[in-house]
């Protein structure tokens, strides 16, 4: 379909890659306790564009570039996987009372997002490492075939932002009220990220 080598794998990817945890998810979820429905939604935009700028510097040759020189790459994702486990380590570590692990400003969520998002280990390696797995090579249809891709990604990266800034925003009240429900979460989080990050370290 339009030169994507599968397309039902291709949003399924989508899908698993959005619901791994990650700076991302923090970003939506700390916008939404700070500035309601409109902050999540504000956040959502600012990761759809970090989504788009990564994606299209895949298209434009970085990917490319990185595939030609694995060391590049395996510091990229070392990197990345340090700073995944560093982020999990200040979730397990935070107290009540303590700065969110990612400080998010009021009135700039939009901004934050995408800067957290263009920065985001997980989606650097998924756009630089697995993108360009989907694209044919035979049956691509140059910039038509890009452009699904982008509003596919686009399209879904809403929809998953929506739905965790609903859910975010409706659950805020109640997990205010229960500091021990937050401890929770937070070590929950942070054992994910810490667990994401090894995995992304041993992945090849």
Do not use: C
Not at 25 to 51: C, E, F, R, Y
Not at 129 to 144: E, N
Not at 190 to 195: C, R, S, T
Request: proline share 5%.
């Amino acid at each position: 379909m339009f030169g994507i080598a599968d397309y039902s794998a291709f949003i399924i990817a989508i899908i698993i890659f959005l619901a791994i945890p990650g700076p991302g998810n923090l970003a939506l979820i700390t916008s939404t306790s700070k500035g309601g429905i409109l902050g999540g939604l504000a956040a959502t935009l600012g990761v759809i564009a970090g989504d788009q700028v990564l994606m299209w510097l895949a298209v434009a040759g970085v990917a490319a570039l990185l595939s030609a020189y694995p060391t590049a790459f395996n510091a990229v994702q070392w990197l990345g996987a340090a700073y995944l486990a560093w982020l999990g380590f200040k979730l397990l570590t935070v107290k009540p009372g303590d700065k969110p692990v990612l400080n998010i400003q009021p009135r700039h969520y939009f901004k934050q997002a995408m800067m957290i998002t263009l920065l985001n280990p997980k989606a650097i390696v998924f756009y630089m490492a697995f993108f360009p797995l989907f694209v044919d090579p035979v049956k691509q249809q140059g910039l038509l075939t890009y452009a699904v891709m982008a509003a596919t990604i686009a399209a879904l990266t809403f929809a998953y932002g929506l739905t965790a800034t609903l859910i975010s925003h409706f659950m805020a009240e109640r997990i205010r009220a229960n500091p021990r429900a937050t401890s929770v979460l937070h070590k929950l989080a942070g054992i994910f990220l810490i667990g994401f990050g090894v995995k992304l370290a041993l992945s090849k």
